[in-house]
């Protein structure tokens, strides 16, 4: 089973995170949980590069953007969200059935909507209360790249601003304070390279202010609740997965150690390796080239290779664990990972294996163009 | 930070079950998944004594509770409830959200309803949708000792039956299947001594079909697309919290191991002893005698007995963790967990604490009272 996690999530975990995991069982109720908590906050707020409240959720990611829906979106309400592929898909399901008015901006999945069209979509609707945006679709390999410029026009409309950055955030810049995006939430188990369980959100004080008002009907997503007991214990109103927090402070601990910068160069040298190098190899990337992912690298099955076959293979002889595609993308395009602990070892591994295994199943790939590309990518490192 | 966890929660968890954590991330669509996530639910319906269908949360108990309320309670359905404490509290304000129309048994904290109370309640009200209780009252430490009987009246008005044993399942008997529980709900850190961060819910074939049919307005918590996932691929929908599923894996099987009626044993002895013993010793519990939990020991303080300071010190000096009182009965009662690993050393190491704690507070206790007392108590095991 020690395979090497190439999967859009959960990414392979670093040891110096696991064994964090084995710290002794404290009482949430203590000073030291106190002093793990605030410290908890703290690290989060600088890897979302915001002063805003955190609450770092016992959940899985969508956990964290159901708290990110119910919490701010009420009946009636309008709200602009571009959908191109599952994840969205699921976004807008959550605003939809909060009972608001949805404009959804359609694009092909591999497609993202322009910026000039979400602009457009703001023109024409003046009286919007949230813009709702998946950073990162996890489903298709593309990736949102004019984030700075949204607030622009949410803060023109006096609308929310929130992002789902699940399977992104830690890994390419969003910097929540300057580019004034008021709700934000990501999973522990992408970029930040935790194990899977721990899923922070950050809330700006307008929108905190709002939720205080405006209590959602659920108690475990119940954001005001967790303001409450932050701000008047530094504790959570319910039991937290204290392993798993402790295993995310020192995910974000490596982090930052290693610098925010730093981080997003590489995951950026990485995925240019992945994207060009399997390129050369005769594979294509799956999304348009100014929308590509930079954490997931979806590519697109040659044709007659059968996805079962082709994963299993890879991860039963080569150790790699790829992901397959999602609804109407089954069958059709594989996902690589490429975030978290990544590295030249973690992209030349997986290229290596890859080749191997269309070898293997006898398709005619260019394993040395494939290979030379890459490392030339990855010298800049 | 090396203490001994007394708490009504997270409790000690043994070494054992630590280390299953560091099984390495595994893919969550992956027959590994699969093998793991099959045998959790298979562990789990021993555990609970059924054959139902079995969802394993990544959330705490809370979040069990919040889905076994959202699943089955719909606007203008009349539901029977017990409330005389903090989490009975929380139960019957989550049945509230959903606009039903809540007949409480009320009853003063450290006291249960009668089964003559339920019955006349079930009498008077022949179109109730459901009936809630929570086994285990852990803000007061008292324990419902009639759930055996509560399916005779359910049945009779075709009423749904659930139970949040969030505090208790595992620790003593609680077979849904013979008792007819249609949901159930538990955490993994109380008696079962794993982690927090994975809360089960078991739900009988005629709930399911109930919640399949009438589906809720929340993703996280929709326990019909759970079912969809598992009867489907035996996958959950979202990533779970995989370092944990491990861990409370491994509890499961040490708690099978040991045979669920030596477990339920070693919980009656151990409270047995803890109650007699810390009475003997001048202490006088909070709960009435027949309404007593055998897994959560709560104490009245002694006169002018400071909360934090007796805590504190028991904490600091004898590494013992229990914990304080909920609401209005902070400062009146400290509660001891006596659940999950629970052992004779575990009880004779808190009764000597307390009263070392006690005697360096300038209260005259009668120590040797105290320990005696317990001793005799737990050569039965």
Known sequence: MEYLSMLPGPTNVPNRVMRAMLAPIINHRSDDFVELYTDV???????????????????????????????????????????????????????????????????PPGQNATFDQVKEAFDNNKDVKAFYVVHNETSTGTMVNYLDRISDLTSRNDAFYVVDSVSLLGGAPLPVDKWGVDVCMTGAQKAIAAPPGISPISVSPRAKKYMQENPPNTMYFNLARYFKYYDEEKHTPFTPALPLLYAYREALAILLEEGLQNVFTRHKVCSDALYSGLSAMGLSPFAKEEDRSISIVALNYLDGLEDKIFRNTLANKFKVLVAGGFGNLKGKVFRVGCMGEVSPYHVMRTISAISSTLAMMGYEVDAQAGLKTAEEKLKSL
């Open 41 to 107: 906050v703290d690290k989060t707020q600088q890897v979302f590069e915001t002063k805003n409240d955190i609450v770092a959720l016992s959940a899985s990611g969508t956990g964290a953007v159901e708290a990110g829906v119910v919490n701010l979106v009420k009946k009636g309400d309008k709200v602009i969200i571009p959908v191109n592929g599952e994840f969205s898909n699921r976004l807008s399901q959550l605003i939809e059935g909060q009972g608001a008015n949805v404009v959804k901006l359609e694009t």
